[in-house]
């Protein structure tokens, strides 16, 4: 898990205060035959950069779950990151009261030459869990991700669905106090997700933080407090999700071809 700095007598859980992200990119020079071998050779490029994310104000209340609607590229997946700290902004400032999980891409983490043992140990490291703590959680995560029989078998062989419930289990059994996902609140099939929502329910009751980007807001009806709309770089809506989905609905139509998402998800 990332370093976070924490301030513990913050009254918000999250805060985002005037952010700024900056995304470089390198860019080629133009040119062809030796000349364009040459440039590759000795690394020439031009930097040029965008702004994915400008002058972004917001705050997350304790025990809060809040839905983060945009079209594609809207930087959402960059919110989660600058939330959970594993980006840093160009302008401004995030503070956090409470240490934040980031549930993104969890999977790349696994070793497949590693057994599944050993990925638990290595991922609920990576998660800020100790050695002693992964040791006392090991059981239920690898009955809870159906695992048990293969427990010290090699991950190379597991579907990514199973990787993806392995990732899952293990992130809930941080019992971080915030958590951001990026499309993986729930995962595996119909019955897993129905486990997976139950579970994210319970831990809702009990007062955890939710930070969650999806494409499908609907099938969580009822978990959501609120949404937040990103667009353009910025925050273009933060209220009521009914209200955001509404918006996102018309910045869909406005430009069909700047998003892939379903409509039957609205």
């Given at each position: 898990?990332?370093?976070?700095r924490l301030d513990p007598n913050l009254e918000a859980m999250l805060l985002f205060a005037d952010v700024g992200i900056n995304i470089a990119k390198g860019r080629r020079r133009q040119g062809g035959g030796r000349r364009h071998r040459l440039r590759r050779f000795v690394g020439e490029q031009s930097r040029t950069g965008s702004w994915v994310l400008r002058g972004v104000t917001?705050?997350?209340?304790?025990?809060?779950?809040?839905?983060?609607?945009?079209?594609?590229?809207?930087?959402?997946?960059?919110?989660?990151?600058?939330?959970?700290?594993?980006?840093?902004?160009?302008?401004?400032?995030?503070?956090?009261?409470?240490?934040?999980?980031?549930?993104?891409?969890?999977?790349?983490?696994?070793?497949?030459?590693?057994?599944?043992?050993?990925?638990?140990?290595?991922?609920?490291?990576?998660?800020?869990?100790?050695?002693?703590?992964?040791?006392?959680?090991?059981?239920?995560?690898?009955?809870?991700?159906?695992?048990?029989?293969?427990?010290?078998?090699?991950?190379?062989?597991?579907?990514?669905?199973?990787?993806?419930?392995?990732?899952?289990?293990?992130?809930?059994?941080?019992?971080?106090?915030?958590?951001?996902?990026?499309?993986?609140?729930?995962?595996?099939?119909?019955?897993?997700?129905?486990?997976?929502?139950?579970?994210?329910?319970?831990?809702?009751?009990?007062?955890?933080?939710?930070?969650?980007?999806?494409?499908?807001?609907?099938?969580?009806?009822?978990?959501?407090?609120?949404?937040?709309?990103?667009?353009?770089?910025?925050?273009?809506?933060?209220?009521?999700?009914?209200?955001?989905?509404?918006?996102?609905?018309?910045?869909?139509?406005?430009?069909?071809?700047?998003?892939?998402?379903?409509?039957?998800?609205?």
């Open positions: 898990m990332a370093r976070q917001a705050q997350v209340a304790a025990g809060e779950s809040v839905a983060v609607l945009g079209l594609k590229n809207s930087g959402r997946t960059e919110f989660l990151r600058l939330a959970a700290g594993t980006l840093i902004p160009d302008e401004g400032e995030v503070r956090r009261r409470a240490p934040v999980l980031p549930m993104i891409d969890l999977g790349r983490a696994f070793d497949r030459g590693f057994t599944v043992r050993q990925n638990i140990y290595l991922l609920g490291g990576l998660l800020g869990m100790t050695p002693g703590e992964v040791e006392v959680a090991l059981p239920a995560i690898v009955e809870n991700a159906k695992l048990a029989p293969n427990i010290d078998k090699y991950l190379r062989g597991a579907s990514a669905l199973t990787r993806q419930k392995l990732a899952w289990t293990i992130a809930m059994a941080t019992k971080a106090p915030v958590i951001v996902a990026d499309g993986m609140l729930v995962v595996g099939d119909v019955e897993s997700r129905k486990q997976c929502l139950d579970q994210v329910e319970r831990l809702k009751a009990a007062g955890t933080t939710f930070l969650v980007s999806t494409d499908v807001p609907r099938k969580f009806e009822g978990f959501f407090d609120r949404a937040i709309v990103l667009h353009n770089g910025g925050i273009v809506a933060d209220g009521a999700v009914a209200d955001g989905l509404a918006l996102l609905r018309e910045l869909r139509l406005a430009s069909p071809a700047a998003d892939t998402g379903k409509d039957d998800t609205l």
